[in-house]
């Protein structure tokens, strides 16, 4: 019967060596797998702080920014609807007979070149004006009521007014001609000025935005100022360190401004949905009386994509140039 051969058992210090050199493959592998850490910390208080404080201007950004688009949408349709129409009063007298006058002057205005059509309010209809502050069941024939004619205008040809002037003076010294040119002209300055100011608002808060960016970007330069300065003097050149906090700030104020610009159009949602679903009720007539419907429009969410975007590329802009600015004066 043959023998078998024993096996040689490793000795220990093989064993050794094997378990250290798969040890150290294993750790050269994890380094070689382990991201390159950023010169800026992806995520600490700091960070979320000028997230939130992005995300909080953004936001008050597109409210502003929708409030003006609202207001001058809404100036542009009073002014169209003001500039399509004029009146004709005539003030009771002594001896007038009121439907004669009326009559009188409905055929003078009809009769020039851009008006459309010229009508007599009724008695019903002139006791339903004044029914808010007289009551209801008024005889305006007890009253010295004064009397109106809606003269309906061609907005692209416009008649000539101060003809149309003259000659009611002439046919019926108590009639008055008002061709609304002066709440258009109110109207025109007050939109103008309303937007003006908004835009204002608006600078300001972008300002604001640019002011916290910078904070923050030496806030996070004095944090890592060794690093920074480390990797200066070692031959890091200034473009590499800024694109990399260019970069950081770029992502941390997308998300921000991204926050800030879907909150604001959830409130304009709201609104939008709330002014639809009211339509019947004595608040949403008020309220669809001074703004509409209460929706921006698409050029108000163009708007508010726009600010978004500008907020972003405002911050990314704002951190590269604090960044070189630092690099040039650590070089002098």
Request: charged share 15%.
């Amino acid at each position: 019967m043959t023998k078998a051969k024993a096996v040689k058992a490793p000795h220990p210090a093989v064993k050794l060596k094997e378990r250290v050199s798969a040890g150290v493959r294993q750790q050269a592998a994890k380094t070689l797998a382990r991201k390159q850490t950023p010169i800026v910390p992806p995520d600490n208080v700091a960070a979320r702080a000028m997230v939130l404080v992005v995300a909080i201007m953004t936001f008050l950004s597109c409210l502003t920014l929708g409030a003006v688009t609202l207001v001058r949408d809404t100036a542009a349709t009073w002014q169209t609807q003001i500039a399509r129409e004029a009146t004709i009063q005539i003030k009771p007298a002594d001896g007038l007979d009121m439907e004669a006058a009326l009559a009188d002057a409905r055929n003078i205005a009809a009769g020039y070149r851009g008006v459309r059509s010229a009508s007599i309010v009724d008695r019903q209809a002139t006791a339903r004006l004044l029914e808010p502050w007289l009551g209801a069941g008024l005889d305006i024939d007890e009253l010295p009521v004064p009397r109106l004619i809606i003269v309906t205008i061609d907005p692209i040809e416009r008649p000539d007014f101060a003809a149309m002037r003259a000659e009611l003076a002439e046919a019926v010294p108590n009639a008055a001609l008002d061709d609304h040119r002066t709440w258009v002209d109110r109207l025109v300055a007050m939109a103008r000025t309303t937007v003006t100011i908004g835009m204002a608002v608006l600078a300001l808060m972008l300002s604001a935005t640019a002011l916290t960016v910078i904070f923050a970007t030496r806030g996070a330069m004095a944090g890592n100022g060794h690093v920074i300065e480390v990797m200066h003097f070692v031959g890091a050149e200034a473009p590499f360190i800024a694109r990399e906090f260019r970069r950081h700030f770029l992502l941390a104020g997308s998300r921000g401004a991204a926050a800030g610009g879907a909150a604001a159009i959830i409130v304009f949602v709201l609104f939008s949905w709330w002014s639809s679903h009211n339509v019947a009720t004595p608040q949403g007539d008020q309220t669809a009386a001074l703004f509409g419907n209460f929706a921006i429009g698409t050029s108000g969410y163009l708007g508010v994509a726009l600010v978004v975007i500008l907020i972003a590329v405002l911050t990314a802009a704002t951190s590269h140039v604090t960044v070189v600015a630092h690099l040039k004066r650590i070089e002098t």
